[in-house]
């Protein structure tokens, strides 16, 4: 019997889809956007002068995902919400990517930034 269960459940395990990274043509969540730049709290809250590796990574894998206006506007949100929890130094999100090697551009954001705008359309 134990054997038999066990069998169906490597049967459903096999069969259940698998979680992967969003392509480049997916929308990308905001969870997964706060996720890879979690690590980046230390350099954008003045407590660190240069971001991390991890933080780095997790800017250029963001670089990949947030290509349209829409997607830069739904970033600029997803942080502007998250970060309103948190005491942080605005204009050091612009320097994020210069400083890691990543061609992407962001605006300093805060509390009062309109993303709609911020990216300069």
């Known amino acids: 019997m134990s054997t038999h269960l066990f069998a169906l459940l490597a049967v459903i395990l096999l069969l259940l889809p698998r979680p992967t990274m969003p392509s480049p043509d997916d929308k990308v969540s905001c969870a997964t956007i706060v996720s890879k730049l979690t690590s980046c709290i230390n350099y954008i809250s003045d407590k660190s002068k240069e971001p991390s590796n991890s933080c780095c990574a997790g800017v250029k894998e963001i670089s990949g995902f947030v290509k349209s206006k829409s997607d830069r506007k739904d970033a600029c949100e ?7 929890k948190i ?35």
């Open 87 to 121: 005491k942080y130094d605005p204009s050091r999100i612009p320097a994020l990517p210069k400083n890691c090697g990543v061609s992407l551009i962001l605006p300093p954001i805060s509390s009062s930034t309109d993303c709609s705008t911020a990216f300069g359309y």
């Open 78 to 84: 997803c942080l502007k919400n998250t970060l309103s």
